[in-house]
């Protein structure tokens, strides 16, 4: 696996929850975290969520739009939920106008999450590969559609993340965020930052065994960037006609944009 870690020049700080620490340093913290999860993840998504994070998942495949005969790349796959919401409806695009099977591609850092989804099960469409955000195992201009679901927070350096899906999409593809973000009312982000922080790391603690790894998933959403400023960081990029969609008024959003 190419490891981009190794080409973060030295210094460079990422943050890892409240805590800035050496992005060389963050990556090997994350992994740590999802090594440790990994087994409980999907159970602890519903828990947290009250599984409105499935239905956040369909407003964000469907957006994404997959048609047959595309290659698709879902980065930081993990467990295969979007990729498996990408073969059913790309399959069933292909049952109403034909065309060649589509390739969704789930790729993860984190070994253990790859296993887990495996061994949950895939479909047709899918292949699963252990590989980097930061260092894209696939030839510029490769895939049709890139994807990353509540993962480009846990990458030490998200620009040069954001400027691989660039490199690597195809002329006309699409790009897909779908992440935590800010709640847009203030009583909302109260609310929310009320159940996140007491609620959610004893339900890690209880339920997986694991306090400090959902501490810092909490931590680690309240330090990502708004709505606004994640927007001009995809354009930085390189990416056009960028949206963004508030999904429970903005606890999540999905950023779009084309490869143009």
Not at 12 to 22: A, P
Not at 82 to 92: G, P, T
Not at 163 to 186: D, M, N
């Amino acid at each position: 696996m190419t490891d981009a870690a190794s080409d973060i020049p030295p210094g460079k700080t990422s943050s890892f929850g409240f805590r800035d620490v050496d992005a060389k340093e963050k990556v090997q913290l994350v992994r740590g975290v999802f090594d440790s999860v990994a087994s409980s993840y999907d159970l602890m998504n519903d828990l947290m969520s009250g599984g409105v994070h499935r239905l956040w998942k369909d407003a964000a495949a469907a957006k994404l739009n997959p048609r047959p005969g595309e290659t698709i790349l879902d980065v930081a796959g993990g467990t295969g939920d979007m990729a498996r919401r990408y073969s059913k409806l790309a399959r069933a695009a292909q049952g109403r106008r034909g065309g060649a099977d589509a390739s969704v591609i789930v790729l993860d850092y984190n070994a253990e999450m790859i296993m887990a989804g495996v061994h949950k099960g895939g479909e047709p469409e899918m292949q699963w590969t252990v590989g980097d955000a930061m260092a894209l195992p696939m030839p510029d201009a490769s895939v049709d559609a890139y994807s990353i679901s509540f993962g480009i927070r846990n990458v030490a350096d998200i620009p040069q993340a954001l400027r691989e899906a660039r490199r690597v999409l195809k002329p006309g593809g699409r790009f897909l965020c779908l992440e935590f973000s800010r709640p847009t009312a203030s009583a909302v982000r109260k609310a929310y930052d009320a159940w996140s922080f007491h609620a959610i790391p004893r339900i890690g603690g209880w339920v997986a065994g694991d306090r400090d790894s959902y501490q810092y998933l909490v931590e680690s959403i309240r330090r990502f960037p708004d709505q606004a400023t994640f927007k001009r960081m995809i354009e930085d990029a390189g990416f056009s006609r960028v949206t963004v969609t508030n999904l429970s008024g903005g606890v999540a959003a999905i950023h779009h944009g084309w490869a143009i």
